[in-house]
């Protein structure tokens, strides 16, 4: 009952967002994984991480999982996020929220902002932005959500990391839109995982949340009977987004940090 008491409360902008902070292999959204297998990642010394199933109350009043995030309480951005490919049809709703439990505050919902002392301690909040000059680079974009429900999931802070708002508005916009294309001659689901390498030379905002030195992409999906890959990088020396393969995206990212994207796919 007290989740349709915070439904109608919003009933006029936007749902409340319920994002679990759950065990190590993400056992209740493992389905936002290939072959429901998390990257296997490895933190730099010193870097906590909490793994993230995102997940809205819908009309029912019943949750639904929408995607998967990996959560650097240290960088206070994302390390990435794993969803299934959608094509959107749905407007945006652009309300910010946070995630209470990553503060420890016993609220079963994420809301647009915290009211008890310590919130923002493990995780980004909307003043961090505030007269920054980045802009909120979604991981999981609108663009590539299925339906209203997932449009407003993507909407947290969770799933955004501080991004140059001239490559996120151009060139990066014009490879999400890319990848709709691509996807879209898939046979069955197409899996993605979007990350972010934070960039440890540069101020960060409001001396807590790290920017982003680069943002990647890797799709898989089912193509002549084969699961293929790609690899997207950026922005490279000219504002853009490189195009790779999945071994040469973690070869990349190797520098910054260990990661395996995919198990099974080329």
């Known amino acids: ?18 994002s ?11 389905e936002f994984f290939l072959n429901t297998a998390p990257p296997d990642f490895t933190p730099p010394a010193g870097v906590s991480v909490k793994p993230i199933c995102q997940c809205v109350w819908d009309n029912n009043d019943q949750k639904r999982y929408l995607y998967a995030t990996l959560y650097s309480t240290t960088w206070k951005i994302p390390v990435y996020s794993a969803y299934v490919f959608g094509s959107a049809t749905v407007g945006r709703c652009d309300v910010w929220y946070i995630e209470p439990q990553l503060d420890e505050v016993p609220e079963p919902c994420m809301g647009p902002r915290g009211y008890s002392r310590g919130i923002g301690t493990n995780q980004a909040l909307n003043s961090d932005y505030e007269n920054s000059g980045y802009d909120k680079g979604h991981l999981y974009p609108v663009l590539h959500t299925y339906d209203h429900l997932s449009m407003l999931a993507t909407s947290t802070l969770t799933n955004a990391a501080p991004q140059d708002s001239d490559f996120n508005q151009k060139a990066w916009l014009d490879h999400e839109r890319a990848v709709i294309t691509d996807l879209q001659s898939c046979v069955g689901a197409a899996y993605v995982v979007t990350g972010v390498v934070p960039d440890m030379q540069a101020p960060k905002l409001n001396n807590r949340v790290y920017v982003s030195k680069y943002y990647w992409r890797a799709t898989c999906c089912l193509k002549n009977n084969q699961y293929t890959g790609k690899g997207y990088i950026g922005p490279d020396n000219n504002n853009q987004v490189q195009e790779l393969t999945i071994q040469e995206l973690q070869d990349k990212l190797s520098v910054f940090y260990q990661i395996h994207i995919f198990s099974n796919c080329k």
């Open 20 to 30: 679990e902070v759950v065990d190590n292999n993400f056992r209740k959204c493992k």
């Open 1 to 18: 009952m007290k989740h349709l008491v915070f439904l109608l409360l919003l009933s006029s902008v936007c749902f409340f967002t319920l």
